[in-house]
């Protein structure tokens, strides 16, 4: 495929329906090259490399029988090696995305307009900022602009009605915009270290009412004799992975009802990336009861799925905030990203954070209601967020906080 019709340079773009048809090295030299993409200061970002993103492929959680049908844009340099890419996938529904557009989808068809098709340029299942539009370091700066003219023309020749970049970095949502589309903003709540040092640093900058609760959800989240198990690499065996999905099944089908990922994809990315992998594991009795998994990047860990057949009071918080806090810190690790939503994670330490994604929508007059709707609704995400900084829980002092009266 050609991106001139889409009046960008003439650069070759290419599609690959998969994976499997793009050496990993490859990839990874323009999703993980080593230095930060544009408005990112994560160095490596497990979601984009080859491995996770084949292992949705591998183990069919991705495909077209799951309305994902990978389509991904690729760009030849003249050296032979690849010089730019992004994972594209056509969507026949809008499930798994955590942009939601179904509103959308439902007023255009109400109109007598056809939705789907409509290209998605995201990682499956995962509400994390990262690349999208993915370049390797040197590589000419046409490249870009090949990538987000391909965008164009593939929209075009299937006759999809609309291309969504989520989650994706500033820079590169001003790059989308300046070529016609539609910015959206969200927010996301991530524990930023700002020098705590360890745990207690971390509480003792927070206002005494606020980290005399956190203490207290810790204790009783273990209170009934419950421990804690950290496992990474090849610590995590396929007995833990089965522990694991049992959790997310359990849990997963009672939130949104058909949980996303399968047994085989758990297996895969131990294989793959297991060092990249922090299995956070709650026993009772030497019996697993919950888990979270986490993935870690270069400067932040990030934490997706959660599960447990056992319920007690505080013990997600325990296992999917305060762990991954306290990993941070042991770590070295600047940021904790838990996934999408949840005003509770105020409370415990999080900060608001904008959220970027881009919209290219082909009919102009869905367009110019599309363009109205998301002008209101910037104006909500910022007043919320000026409301959200204003409710944190740390000391308002200079950060030299004590740690009296606990």
């Given at each position: ?5 889409a009046e960008?340079p ?6 690959a ?11 990874n030299?323009?999703?993980?090259p080593?230095?930060p993409h544009p ?9 984009v490399s ?9 183990s ?6 799951t309305?994902?049908?990978?389509a991904?844009?690729?760009v030849?340099?003249?050296d032979g090696?690849?010089?730019a890419a ?6 026949s ?11 959308w989808a ?5 109109a ?10 995201a990682?499956?299942?995962?509400p994390?900022?990262?690349?999208r539009l993915?370049?390797?370091?040197g590589?000419?700066?046409e490249a ?5 003219g ?6 075009t ?9 989520t989650?994706?970095?500033e ?5 989308l ?7 959206r903003?969200?927010?996301q ?8 040092g360890?745990?207690?640093?971390f509480?003792?900058?927070?206002a ?7 203490r207290?959800?810790?204790r009783e989240?273990l209170a009934?004799?419950?421990?804690i198990?950290r496992?990474?690499g ?10 694991f ?5 359990d849990?997963g089908?009672r939130?949104w ?5 399968n047994?085989r ?5 131990g294989?793959?990336m297991?060092e ?10 030497g019996?697993?009861?919950?888990g979270?998994i ?6 932040a860990l990030?934490?997706r799925n ?7 009071p505080f013990l ?6 305060y762990?991954a806090?306290?990993f941070?810190?042991?770590h070295?690790?600047?940021r904790v ?12 330490g999080y900060r608001?954070v904008?959220?970027f994604?881009a919209?290219?929508?082909?009919d102009?007059?869905?367009r ?16 919320a967020?000026a409301?959200?900084e ?17």
């Amino acid at each position: 495929m050609s991106d001139r019709a889409a009046e960008t340079p003439p650069v070759e773009v290419r599609l690959a329906q998969g994976l499997g048809a793009v050496a990993a090295a490859e990839w990874n030299a323009c999703a993980n090259p080593g230095t930060p993409h544009p408005g990112l200061d994560e160095t490596h970002n497990p979601f984009v490399s080859h491995a996770f993103l084949s292992a949705l492929e591998d183990s069919g959680c991705v495909g077209s029988r799951t309305g994902w049908s990978p389509a991904h844009l690729l760009v030849p340099g003249a050296d032979g090696r690849l010089a730019a890419a992004a994972p594209c996938y056509l969507k026949s529904h809008s499930m798994g995305e955590y942009v939601f557009d179904s509103g959308w989808a439902d007023a255009y068809e109400q109109a007598g307009g056809r939705y789907y098709p409509k290209l998605q340029v995201a990682v499956p299942f995962t509400p994390v900022s990262g690349p999208r539009l993915m370049v390797r370091p040197g590589a000419p700066d046409e490249a870009r602009a090949a990538l987000i003219g391909g965008l164009k023309a593939l929209r075009t020749q299937i006759g999809a009605s609309s291309t969504h970049v989520t989650f994706l970095g500033e820079p590169d949502c001003e790059a989308l915009a300046a070529r016609g589309y539609l910015v959206r903003t969200d927010k996301q709540f991530h524990w930023i270290d700002e020098g705590f040092g360890d745990f207690e640093g971390f509480l003792a900058a927070l206002a005494s009412r606020k980290r005399k609760a956190i203490r207290r959800e810790r204790r009783e989240a273990l209170a009934t004799g419950i421990t804690i198990e950290r496992l990474r690499g090849r610590e995590i065996t396929e007995a833990h992975w089965d522990a694991f999905f049992a959790f997310y099944m359990d849990t997963g089908s009672r939130k949104w009802g058909r949980p996303y990922l399968n047994r085989r994809f758990f297996s895969l990315i131990g294989e793959r990336m297991a060092e990249r992998i922090l299995l956070v594991i709650a026993k009772r009795d030497g019996r697993p009861i919950a888990g979270a998994i986490n993935f870690i990047g270069d400067r932040a860990l990030y934490g997706r799925n959660w599960g447990c057949i056992e319920d007690h009071p505080f013990l997600h918080f325990e296992v999917c905030y305060y762990q991954a806090i306290d990993f941070a810190l042991a770590h070295g690790l600047a940021r904790v990203e838990a996934g999408a939503q949840g005003e509770h994670k105020l409370a415990r330490g999080y900060r608001p954070v904008t959220t970027f994604s881009a919209h290219d929508i082909a009919d102009p007059g869905f367009r110019r209601a599309v363009a109205d709707y998301l002008k209101r609704e910037r104006g909500y995400v910022a007043a919320a967020q000026a409301e959200y900084e204003g409710a944190m829980p740390y000391r308002q002092d200079s950060g030299t906080a004590g740690r009296d009266d606990d």
